[in-house]
């Protein structure tokens, strides 16, 4: 698809670039539809981003021949597929590996944090906060590991011993982040019940011990195993605490189990029939009805691409007004890297936009005074071009100071003229941001109008996870069910960062919001260790866990008699203290929601 793609941008720019009306028209139209390219998934909206940068860069090229021009970006693209396939052919399962070793070193850290817990020398403040963040991490870690593994091979069935391989670990290890979840408890009162046994020490130990495992500090299974005996030998004359010990070394051994077998080689056929696989795609198959379901003003989409359109339309049309020579399609390019739909996006990537480039324009400065010679300072370029896209992910600000840097060194060796691409680098960089920054209030798009949505989508994807284990769904439906909670999850947390950073935000809104997100996540965890803490033949636990779905229920119907606005109204409740149960969670999550409804 990108290819054709790239080839009608180059050319159609090309043709109009002599005509600065023209242009203006042909860059809002594009920007319009290649912005709405992300309606069809993550894909396609990577194919728009590149697309209007590919646009941006014609226009400062001016090509004379547009179809030469086309045809040799078609060939680039062509030979760029060539190298990647080349690369899948030889080194199939590289980028697969790496996915999976950084959700290993991940699903190690979110243990780490859960033994700390259980030490009563370590502080619980922001014990929270930590935990979400890295749910979140792990949430996007298995994403990435099932469009690896799934989107691209499902289809060849997983013959060869090593995709076999490769599925039985990404399955183990999606099933040992819900088991490491059910290691969340109520740590102060499990230290106050506990701390007198000396129990607790030996528990962080084990728990420590399968990180350490799952980073590649091999202890032994035998090790593990004596550890468990040991915790299981210790006696607590107390009830309930002989209960909650019982769960926790339950727990142990599950969690163990799934570590260990992460090694196992062997028993490689998957539980889950192949035909299923592809259910597990989030972002699934192309579809135009996709992007047409998108064609409505209430969609945020629809009014990011109409803002792009507009501001487009007018940047463009300001670059015909330029001097000839200077570096006008700086400002669109800008645009089109710092724009994001909200004004808290956009505004961070501004932050990092302005930083990068006054820093890389410093290097670049100081690289030119210094008089290097062109081979130098061709492989300075090299080496910042290399940075660019290695922190392109992670640390923006790093990847705009690279690029300018290269942009620079480039520009004056082959221009020369070092003073107008200094300054004109930072003027057109500020006003781009600028414009941006000044477009988020244009067709605005607020988080805070979807608190509620995003509220309402991760409870009813936790009540659907709930109601799939204790009910007769099958092993694809239940681990369908906690993939959306997981992703449910994630989308709350997301739209409650960004409605944070909105403009007019009430601070004091922020702490019921995150009371129901804290809520949300617990009761994630507390429906992960239904199958640990009791049987679907328990009528205790099956009396628990209708008392929850009541209050569930409960809590969601008031929350639709909410006005979407109303939301930021609700009182948070004075402490969230209590039981850690399911029964008792979802009730607090009514009580919240009650006062709005």
């Given amino acids: 698809v990108s290819i054709p793609v790239f080839f009608g941008i180059a050319v159609l720019t090309a043709f109009t670039v002599g005509h600065p009306f023209g242009l203006a028209i042909v860059a809002m139209l594009l920007s319009f539809v290649l912005v709405m390219f992300a309606g069809a998934g993550q894909r396609m909206g990577a194919v728009g981003t590149m697309g209007l ?12 021949a547009p179809l030469e021009y086309g045809f040799y970006i078609a060939l680039g693209g062509i030979w760029y597929y060539v190298v990647s396939l080349s690369q899948v052919w030889l080194f199939p399962y590289h980028s697969l590996k790496r996915a999976l070793a950084k959700t290993k070193k991940d699903t190690a850290a979110l243990m780490r944090l859960r033994a700390s817990g259980y030490d009563p020398e370590s502080s619980l403040s922001g014990f929270n906060g930590k935990n979400i963040k890295l749910h979140l991490t ?14 691209d091979r499902f289809r060849a069935g ?31 009162g499990i230290r106050k019940r506990m701390a007198a046994s000396g129990v607790l020490v030996e528990i962080k130990s084990a728990i420590e011990m399968l990180a350490d495992f799952l980073e590649g500090d091999k202890h032994g299974k035998a090790n593990y195993e004596r550890l468990l005996a040991s915790i299981e030998s210790k006696s607590l004359h107390d009830g309930l605490g002989e209960v909650l010990l019982s769960d926790i070394l339950t727990n142990l ?79 669109p390019i800008t645009l089109i890297v710092i724009s994001r739909p909200s004004f808290g996006m956009t505004l961070k990537r501004n932050m990092e936009r302005v930083l990068g480039t006054l820093l890389g324009l410093v290097l670049g400065w100081g690289v030119l005074g210094l008089g290097f010679s062109a081979d130098l300072q061709l492989v300075i370029v090299v ?74 989508g991760a409870l009813l994807a936790n009540r659907k996870y709930l109601a799939a284990l204790v009910g007769n769904s099958g092993l694809v439906e239940v681990k369908l069910a906690r993939k959306q909670a997981y ?29 129901l997100e804290l809520l ?13 803490k009791g049987s679907d033949n328990d009528e205790l636990i099956k009396g628990k866990v209708a008392l929850a779905l009541k209050s569930l229920d409960d809590g969601m119907s008031c929350l639709a008699l909410i006005k979407e606005g109303q939301i930021l109204l609700l009182k948070p409740l004075e402490n969230l203290d209590g039981p850690l149960d399911l029964e008792h969670v979802a009730g607090k999550v009514k009580a919240i929601l009650s006062v709005g409804g």
């Fill in 520 to 532: 949300c996540f617990q009761l994630n965890a507390l429906i992960a260790a239904l199958p640990i």
């Fill in 138 to 151: 792990l949430t996007s870690d298995h994403e990435l590991v099932r469009s690896l593994l799934v989107g």
């Fill in 53 to 64: 940068g590919m646009m941006a860069f014609t226009i400062g090229h001016h090509p004379q």
């Fill in 487 to 515: 992703l449910a999850l994630s989308g709350l947390n997301e739209t409650i960062l960004w409605a944070t950073k909105e403009p007019k935000w009430k601070r004091g809104n922020l702490r019921v919001l995150k009371q």
């Fill in 158 to 188: 997983f013959r060869d011993i090593q995709s076999k391989i490769l599925l039985k670990q990404s399955i183990l290890l999606i099933d040992l982040f819900q088991q490491v979840s059910v290691l969340h408890y109520d740590y102060p």
């Fill in 253 to 331: 051994k599950r969690t163990g189990n799934l570590v260990f077998a992460l090694d196992d080689v062997t028993d490689l056929d998957s539980e889950l029939p192949s035909s299923h696989f592809g259910s597990f795609l989030t972002e699934g198959s192309f579809s135009l009805a996709k992007i047409k379901a998108q064609l409505r003003y209430s969609s945020p989409l629809f009014r990011f691409a109409l803002r792009m359109a507009i501001v487009m339309l007018l940047v463009v049309g300001l670059i015909g007004f330029l001097p000839s020579g200077s570096y006008g399609y700086w400002i």
């Fill in 383 to 456: 080496v910042s071009i290399f940075v660019f896209y290695s922190f392109l992910l992670i640390r923006y600000w790093v990847s705009a100071m690279a690029i300018t840097l290269a942009v620079v060194l480039c520009l004056s060796l082959y221009q020369g003229d070092d003073l107008q691409i200094l300054s004109e680098r930072l003027l057109f960089t500020l006003l781009g941001c600028g414009l941006g920054l000044l477009a988020t209030f244009v067709f605005p798009i607020r988080h805070a109008q979807h608190l509620k949505l995003a509220l309402g």
